[in-house]
């Protein structure tokens, strides 16, 4: 059976198309979706994410624990509402997940994970969290609505109460503070996204989140779904779970060093084999690919190299470039001239560092 999130009527009235999003009827569009990318890099948009899952962790040994289950460190985590991106690793240094960790007080920590990993993440941390008696406690009474772009925190920022509003506004980035919205209702608001934009994600009891999003829509935000959700992320350069990264693969792989710390005295799940495998040599990598001609660069696609065939992970075309881009994995070494396989023609594609956006603008090169 489809899962609807609270605003699944709120999208209906507003022409949505719907789709099946990992077991959920989610909005695709409204309309145009090149318009509602543009709309975010350009202004303010607004997403329902409401399909994400939130758990909170209570316990003396809460911090302990999530040393043990995370690759990167939640050491990092001193001031409270600071976050952290990390993966959740299997013994084999593969995926299980990505997802975004805050901290409230020792005693206290939230996690949000993917909706389509939902039940093999709840598993995952229940199972891992029982020797260090902590308590894992799913949050389904609450809504999560992103607003995303240059004059996003600007519109937010209107609707929060006078009391809050210098400190949600001086929040940097990664970090989240509670407030109180319209109609006194209670927000968690962080500075979060993925989208490659500024603003918020706003974490909020399920019975006001209609609310909340007409708020939104009186002041200008633009509603988008996930088809531009999606471009903007591939513009950006961040992982979609289940496509770029999944459990066959490591952070390394996935072009997410960034996120291990092997720091002294700390024995991670998949750290082991995340050391072998830097030891040995990376034999996978995954890198940015741009098609300079006409075509769309797409998902399974074979990427041709001197080291051998890769393929593409996420692709698709780009409206801020005007141009196909992709996130491919191929052999490692110097990869030649590649070529993407193209309905049986090989057309030659570059390779570039990604993000592809920052800052709503191109990156030099591309």
């Not at 600071?82 to 084999?92: G, H, I, V």
């Not at 199972?127 to 240059?150: D, N, S, T, W, Y």
């Not at 696609?301 to 996420?314: D, F």
């Amino acid at each position: 059976m489809t899962e609807k999130t609270v605003l699944n009527a709120t999208h209906r009235a507003l022409g949505a198309r719907m789709v099946d999003f990992g077991g959920w009827d989610m909005p695709i569009n409204y309309g145009s979706q090149i318009e509602e990318h543009h709309a975010v890099r350009r202004d303010a948009g607004m997403f329902d994410v409401s399909h994400m899952t939130v758990v909170d962790l209570h316990g003396a040994r809460t911090r302990e624990f999530l040393r043990h289950l995370l690759a990167n460190n939640v050491d990092k985590l001193k001031a409270q509402g600071k976050a952290l991106y990390s993966c959740m690793l299997n013994e084999r240094g593969g995926v299980i997940d990505d997802l975004i960790v805050y901290f409230f007080d020792e005693g206290h920590f939230r996690l949000v994970v993917n909706a389509g990993t939902r039940a093999k993440d709840l598993a995952w941390i229940e199972l891992q969290a029982k020797a260090f008696a902590v308590e894992v406690k799913e949050r389904p009474e609450f809504a999560m609505i992103a607003v995303q772009g240059p004059n996003a925190r600007a519109k937010v920022l209107g609707l929060v109460h006078d009391v809050d509003r210098t400190r949600i506004e001086k929040l940097g980035k990664f970090a989240a503070a509670a407030a109180q919205g319209p109609h006194g209702m209670p927000l968690f608001v962080a500075r979060t996204g993925y989208t490659g934009e500024d603003g918020f994600e706003i974490i909020l009891p399920a019975e006001h989140a209609v609310a909340l999003w007409e708020a939104l829509l009186a002041v200008g935000v633009t509603p988008a779904g996930l088809g531009a959700r999606d471009t903007l992320r591939l513009e950006a350069g961040m992982n979609l779970y289940g496509q770029d990264m999944d459990e066959s693969v490591s952070p390394w792989e996935a072009n997410l060093g960034w996120t291990i710390a092997l720091d002294e005295g700390r024995n991670f799940i998949g750290r082991t084999a995340l050391e072998k495998q830097k030891a040995e040599g990376v034999k996978r990598v995954m890198v940015g690919l741009v098609l300079d001609e006409k075509g769309v660069l797409r998902h399974e696609q074979k990427v041709l190299t001197a080291n051998g065939e890769g393929e593409i992970l996420s692709g698709s075309f780009a409206p801020t470039l005007n141009k196909a881009v992709a996130f491919a994995r191929s052999p490692a070494g110097e990869p030649g001239d590649v070529r993407v396989d193209i309905r049986g023609r090989e057309v030659p594609v570059r390779i570039v560092k990604y993000p592809f956006v920052r800052d709503g603008k191109p990156q030099e090169g591309i």
